[in-house]
C-alpha cells in the first residue's frame, strides 16, 4: 500500500510545477507538507550553496509538528567540514544517527539538537550538471528512521523534480532579464535613428536654403544633388524608426516614399512629369538600401534635370524587382537621351554610381537613344 501511496504523490507532485509561481515559500510550504507525511518525517529542507561552496543557506525549512516555515538560515564550512566534505562528494548522504555520526558532529549543537534531528537523508540538488545544494529530509525525536529503497527512491525523485523546477525558474529568469535587455536596445536603436534622421533632415533643410541663396545655377545644382544624396540617408532611418525591424526594410515603402520626395521637390519646374512606378515587396537590409538609394537618387534626379528640357514633361519608369535570384532595378525616362561620348555626361554621377554599385557587387549600364535612357543594374539577392 505504501509502495502504491509514494508512487501516486510523486505523479501528484511532479505535475506541481512547484517554482512557477511568485509565492514560493506558501508553495514550498505545500510542497513540503506532503512529503513529510507521506516519508513519515517532521522535517524538510532545500539548502543552496555559495559560489565556492563554503556555505549554504536555507532556502526552506519546514517543520511538520508547528506546520512552520522558515528560511535564511547560514551553515558554514568551517561550523562541519566534515559535512561539507561529505556532501561535496555528490552522492546520497544517509545518517541514521545524527548524533552519533562524525560527520554531522559539528551540526549537532547548532543544528541537529535545536531541531531535535535524529536521522537525515540527504539528496543533492543538480543546476545544468553541477551540484548546487542539498535537499534534506529529517527524523526528529528519539528513535531513527530506516529509509527503505522505496523511500529513497521517492526522495531522489522529489530532488530531480525540484531542481527541475529550479533550472526551469531560473531559465524563466534569465529569458526575462534577455528580453528587458533586448527591449531596452531596441529602444535606444530607435531612438539612435530617429535622432540621426532629425538630423539629416536638419542638414538637408540648411542645404536647401543655401541652394536657394545660390547666385549661379551651377552651384544651386551641386547644393541640390547634395540635398537629395542627404535626404535619400534619412529616410532609411525614418522607415527604420517606424518599423520593429533594424536590419531589413520594406524596399517598396522606401523607394515610394524616396521617388514621391524628388517628385515634390522638382513639382515648382513648370514640368509635367511623372513616376510610373513597378517595385516588388521584399527586403533588403539597410548595408544594400543605402547604397542603392543613393544610386537611384542618382539617376531619377539626372532625368528631371536633363531629360525634359521643355515644359511638356514626360514619364519616368521604375522597376525594381527579384529575378532569377538577383534584384534588377531598371528606370527610363522617355526624354531626350544624351550622347554617350559627350564628356559633359559626369554630371550623371558616372563615378559615385560605380563606387556604390562596387559595395553592393552590382553591374549596371545606360542606353541612350532617340526614345531616352534606360539605366539597368543588377545585384545579387543577400
Given at each position: 500500500m505504501q509502495e502504491i501511496d509514494l508512487l501516486q504523490e510523486l505523479n501528484t507532485i511532479s505535475k506541481t510545477h512547484l517554482l512557477q509561481r511568485s509565492e514560493i515559500d506558501q508553495i514550498m510550504i505545500e510542497f513540503a507538507g506532503r512529503i513529510t507525511r507521506s516519508l513519515k518525517i517532521e522535517r524538510m529542507s532545500v539548502w543552496l550553496f555559495n559560489y565556492e561552496k563554503r556555505e549554504m543557506t536555507s532556502l526552506g525549512e519546514y517543520d511538520l509538528r508547528d506546520d512552520s516555515f522558515s528560511k535564511d538560515t547560514v551553515i558554514s564550512f568551517?561550523?562541519?567540514?566534515?559535512?561539507?566534505?561529505?556532501?561535496?562528494?555528490?552522492?546520497?548522504?544517509?545518517?541514521?544517527?545524527?548524533?552519533?555520526?562524525?560527520?554531522?558532529?559539528?551540526?549537532?549543537?547548532?543544528?541537529?539538537?535545536?531541531?531535535?534531528?535524529?536521522?537525515?537523508?540527504?539528496?543533492?540538488?543538480?543546476?545544468?550538471?553541477?551540484?548546487i545544494g542539498v535537499m534534506c529530509f529529517e527524523k526528529t525525536g528519539d528513535e531513527v528512521k530506516v529509509f527503505d529503497s522505496k523511500e529513497r527512491f521517492f526522495a531522489h525523485a522529489i530532488s530531480m523534480v525540484f531542481s527541475s523546477n529550479l533550472e526551469a525558474r531560473k531559465r524563466r529568469a534569465l529569458q526575462a532579464h534577455l528580453d528587458r535587455e533586448l527591449q531596452e536596445k531596441e529602444t535606444l536603436l530607435k531612438e539612435i535613428h530617429h535622432r540621426v534622421k532629425n538630423n539629416l533632415s536638419v542638414v538637408s533643410s540648411l542645404?536647401?536654403?543655401?541652394?536657394?541663396?545660390?547666385?549661379?545655377?551651377?552651384?544651386?545644382?551641386?547644393?541640390?544633388?547634395?540635398?537629395?544624396?542627404?535626404?535619400?540617408?534619412?529616410?532609411?532611418?525614418?522607415?527604420v524608426y517606424q518599423t520593429s525591424s533594424f536590419s531589413d526594410i520594406s524596399v517598396r515603402k522606401y523607394f515610394s516614399q524616396l521617388l514621391q520626395e524628388i517628385l515634390q521637390f522638382y513639382d515648382g519646374d513648370e514640368k509635367s512629369i511623372s513616376i510610373v512606378m513597378n517595385i516588388e515587396d521584399f527586403e533588403l537590409s539597410t548595408q544594400v538600401l543605402i547604397p542603392l538609394g543613393l544610386i537611384v537618387n542618382e539617376v531619377v534626379t539626372n532625368?528631371?534635370?536633363?531629360?525634359?528640357?521643355?515644359?511638356?514633361?514626360?514619364?519616368?519608369?521604375?522597376?525594381?524587382?527579384?529575378?532569377?535570384?538577383?534584384?534588377?532595378?531598371?528606370?527610363?525616362?522617355?526624354?531626350?537621351?544624351?550622347?554617350?561620348?559627350?564628356?559633359?555626361?559626369?554630371?550623371?554621377?558616372?563615378?559615385?554610381?560605380?563606387?556604390?554599385?562596387?559595395?553592393?557587387?552590382?553591374?549596371?549600364?545606360?542606353?541612350?537613344?532617340?526614345?531616352?535612357?534606360?539605366?539597368?543594374?543588377?545585384?545579387?539577392?543577400?
Open positions: 568551517s561550523s562541519c567540514p566534515e559535512y561539507f566534505s561529505a556532501l561535496e562528494k555528490d552522492e546520497l548522504l544517509y545518517v541514521e544517527n545524527v548524533l552519533e555520526s562524525p560527520i554531522t558532529a559539528g551540526l549537532k549543537e547548532s543544528y541537529s539538537i535545536p531541531a531535535n534531528i535524529i536521522t537525515l537523508l540527504d539528496i543533492p540538488l543538480r543546476f545544468e550538471g553541477q551540484m542645404v536647401n536654403m543655401q541652394s536657394s541663396k545660390a547666385k549661379d545655377a551651377y552651384h544651386k545644382e551641386l547644393l541640390d544633388d547634395c540635398r537629395g544624396k542627404i535626404q535619400s540617408i534619412a529616410d532609411i532611418h525614418d522607415i532625368s528631371f534635370k536633363h531629360a525634359f528640357p521643355s515644359s511638356e514633361g514626360g514619364e519616368v519608369s521604375f522597376t525594381l524587382i527579384r529575378e532569377d535570384g538577383q534584384l534588377q532595378l531598371n528606370i527610363i525616362d522617355n526624354g531626350k537621351g544624351f550622347d554617350e561620348d559627350d564628356e559633359n555626361n559626369a554630371r550623371l554621377g558616372m563615378e559615385i554610381i560605380h563606387d556604390l554599385a562596387d559595395q553592393i557587387d552590382a553591374t549596371f549600364s545606360f542606353y541612350s537613344d532617340e526614345d531616352g535612357v534606360t539605366f539597368l543594374l543588377k545585384a545579387p539577392l543577400e
